[in-house]
């Protein structure tokens, strides 16, 4: 398929971008890519933005927040960019504070350690606690729908985020928050019920605030469980969030790590896109979750650190992969690492584009 005849300006432009076709399973004149934490420390530009401030002064700035989101975009031909947030706000208007640690990265400075914490939990709306990101949305939006580029809001799946409020930031072994679901499971379930609440709110808030589409991190659920428990204690309340996102009206990415042993499981929780790592090759996760449904990955991110011919070697056993099916968006298979030279990053963008064009 050739490109447009008419380029329709606008709304109308983001809506026919490569990336949203490819999200509705359409063939695209290239395949798109755009890259998990493509804006952040491994551009000098993000680092000294961040000099004397904290991520919290960034975030509560929509300025520097869009102009941060559209950094990347300035350097590299990225068919998306990504508001620039974190995961962890929605917890502080709920009644957590947190902050980020340049050596031990997100806080969480009173993490839940009872029932009654969880009782105590506010929902508030996301227009009250999120309203700076949300106008952040609104500016980045406005200066991106004219060039075609769609903007993607996000925000953590309810297990990922239900691991920073036990845990108080990331962890290696997970075990309050297993504990909290064997010892306490109808509090694990008000505590995954608000948090499905919060974040299905601001994730139809980005979208209504012209977020083309919404992805949805679940960066450790498989990391941290077994197939059993994510069924049991995961999966139903991913599934009611990508229900909720119905409403947003805006294509939904379901993204994971470590699933690889129960990939099938997270596609049914939601979701029109499945978002996946490199532990396996990319055309067995899509022959797996249904070739009929939309893909976004999976390059491994250390790949970007090494050589060209090996980067290029990983770059083309993606595309050849996806064998020029409709429907995948390049990514790597989790977000870029703090070390990756943006130089790499031009490169593999650039190559994805010229392999991926029909
Ligand atoms: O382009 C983008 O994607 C930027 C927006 C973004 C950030 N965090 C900014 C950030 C996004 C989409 C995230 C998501 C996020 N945050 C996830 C899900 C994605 C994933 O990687 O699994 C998770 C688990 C977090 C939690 C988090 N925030 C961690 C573990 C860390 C420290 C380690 C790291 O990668 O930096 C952060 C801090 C953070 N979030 C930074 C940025 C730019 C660095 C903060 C700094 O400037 O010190």
């Known amino acids: 398929m050739g490109r447009p005849a008419a380029v329709p300006r606008g709304e109308d432009r983001a809506a026919a971008s490569p990336l949203l076709l490819a999200f509705r399973g359409k063939p695209a004149p290239v395949t798109p890519v755009w890259l998990m934490r493509q804006a952040g420390r491994y551009l000098p530009e993000y680092r000294a933005l961040r000099e004397g401030r904290s991520m919290l002064e960034l975030i509560a700035s929509p300025e520097l927040s869009t102009q941060i989101t559209l950094q990347p975009l300035q350097r590299f031909d990225l068919d998306a960019a990504i508001i620039f947030c974190d995961i962890l706000p929605p917890l502080s208007g709920m009644g957590l504070r947190i902050h980020f640690d340049s050596q031990s990265g997100p806080v969480v400075e009173n993490p839940i350690s009872s029932t009654r914490d969880i009782d105590m939990l506010a929902v508030p709306p996301a227009e009250e606690n999120l309203g700076s990101t949300l106008q952040a949305v609104r500016m980045a939006a406005a200066e991106l729908s004219p060039r075609g580029i769609p903007l993607l809001g996000f925000a953590a799946a309810p297990f990922t985020l239900a691991s920073y409020a036990i845990e108080g930031g990331t962890s290696k072994s997970y075990t309050k928050t297993k504990l909290l679901m064997y010892r306490e499971p109808a509090a694990w379930e008000r505590l995954m019920r608000k948090l499905t609440t919060v974040l299905a709110d601001f994730l139809v808030a980005q979208a209504r605030a012209g977020a083309k589409a919404v992805q949805v991190f679940d960066s450790w659920a498989g990391i941290a469980l077994g197939r059993d428990d994510y069924l049991r ?30 990939i099938e499981d997270v596609a049914e929780a939601g979701g029109d896109v499945v978002g996946v790592d490199w532990r396996l090759p990319l055309g067995v996760y899509w022959k797996r979750i249904g070739l009929d449904r939309p893909i976004q990955g999976n390059l491994d991110p250390a790949v970007l650190l090494a050589p060209w011919r090996e980067l290029r070697l990983g770059i083309d056993a993606v595309l050849d992969q996806a064998a020029g099916r409709p429907g995948h968006v390049f990514n790597l298979g989790h977000g870029v690492l703090p070390e990756t030279s943006p130089d790499a ?7 994805v584009h010229e392999r991926g064009s029909r």
Request: avoid cysteine.
């Open 233 to 262: 204690f995961v999966q139903p309340h991913t599934k009611k969030l990508f229900a909720s996102l119905k409403a947003a009206g805006v294509p939904a990415i379901n993204f994971s790590t470590g699933s690889a042993g129960f």
């Open 345 to 351: 990053v031009k490169r593999l963008v650039d190559y």
